[in-house]
């Protein structure tokens, strides 16, 4: 087990490597000069070239890119061009916002989720489960922003019932969380679904029915546990995706999530703050993605990754 653990920790700092270097290259080799974006159209080329200097962007990139690295590693991610601020402290004042929206959004998706794959196999082929599996179909295909929309006007502009923007208070919450955990509720319902009529067509199960094991025991007790894995793999990756990917909901719930002060960033070309963004997006799925390999060895010890990794 712990050799199987080094080996995905070692993996996880890699590609997260690869990710900084990846994404400095790309956002440092586009068109457009961000000292001339920050300065204005009335500055001279002596004035841009004396601030590039200032702010070490006439140096080679490679030189760059090992200062910018250094210096995250210490924590310094840089100062925004625009707001003048340090990266990190704006990351970390949205991460706030989207933490409390992801939070509210997965604690939705994963309640209802497992509860309405659980019902629709155990009522397979039936009713429940033909009503079920079509309003996952619909979450699915639905845009969240689309969802949102939706929500706002009727909820919050008809029913008046719940505010349509800002994040003042939990009230604030819950029409954007239940905007972007549609969908990923409606994906662990059918991965639910479908794992659990896998495992109750095994041997073992029919074993626990003779031993007079029946009803919500035999579902709980063996069937879900068993089913577990693929679930878990899903469950584990929408975390990451609701905490990566709410932009288009901060944005139209205008909350200052991380979300929203990306889009402002790449709107501004504001490099250092996308590029603070873009790591945090990137060791944020890195983290979830390595805790859901470290569960898949929790729940099945048979699982072997990597040249003799032990369960």
């Known amino acids: 087990m712990s050799r199987y653990l080094l080996g995905r920790v070692f993996q996880a700092v890699g590609v997260i490597l690869a990710i900084s270097l990846i994404t400095f290259f790309i956002l440092n080799v586009i ?90 196999a155990v009522f397979h082929n039936k009713f429940l489960d033909r009503l079920l599996m079509t309003l996952s179909i619909a979450g699915v295909s639905a845009p969240n922003f689309w969802v949102a929309i939706i929500l706002q006007i009727y909820f919050g502009l008809t029913l008046k019932w719940f505010p349509i923007s800002g994040a003042k208070a939990f009230n604030y919450y819950v029409l954007p969380a239940v905007a972007l955990g549609t969908r990923y509720a409606a994906s662990i319902s059918r991965i639910t679904r479908t794992s659990m009529l896998e495992v109750t067509k095994q041997d073992y199960m029919r074993t626990a029915s003779a ?58 070309r504001d490099l250092p703050l996308v590029q603070g963004g873009v790591m945090y997006i990137a060791v944020i799925c890195v983290v979830i993605y390595l805790l859901v390999d470290i569960l898949y060895a929790v729940i099945d010890p048979r699982i072997r990754l990597g040249g003799g990794a032990e369960g």
């Open 31 to 120: 068109p457009g000069d961000p000292v001339q974006l920050m300065m204005g159209e009335f500055a001279t080329p002596e004035a841009i070239a004396q601030v590039r200097a200032q702010m070490g962007l006439d140096q080679p990139i490679y030189k760059q890119y090992f200062g910018w690295l250094g210096n995250m590693l210490r924590g310094d991610f840089g100062v925004s061009y625009f707001q003048h601020r340090p990266v990190l402290d704006m990351l970390l004042n949205s991460f706030g916002y989207t933490a409390r929206l992801a939070v509210f959004a997965y604690v939705l998706a994963l309640v209802f989720g497992l509860v309405f794959g659980i019902l629709a």
């Open 211 to 268: 031993k007079g094991v029946h009803g919500w025991m035999l579902v709980m007790k063996h069937a879900f546990r068993n089913a577990l894995i693929p679930v878990v793999t899903v469950a584990g990756t929408d975390l990451g995706n609701i905490l990566t990917g709410s932009m288009l909901i901060e944005t139209v719930f205008t909350i200052d999530g991380i979300g929203k002060l990306m889009v402002d960033a790449i709107n501004q």
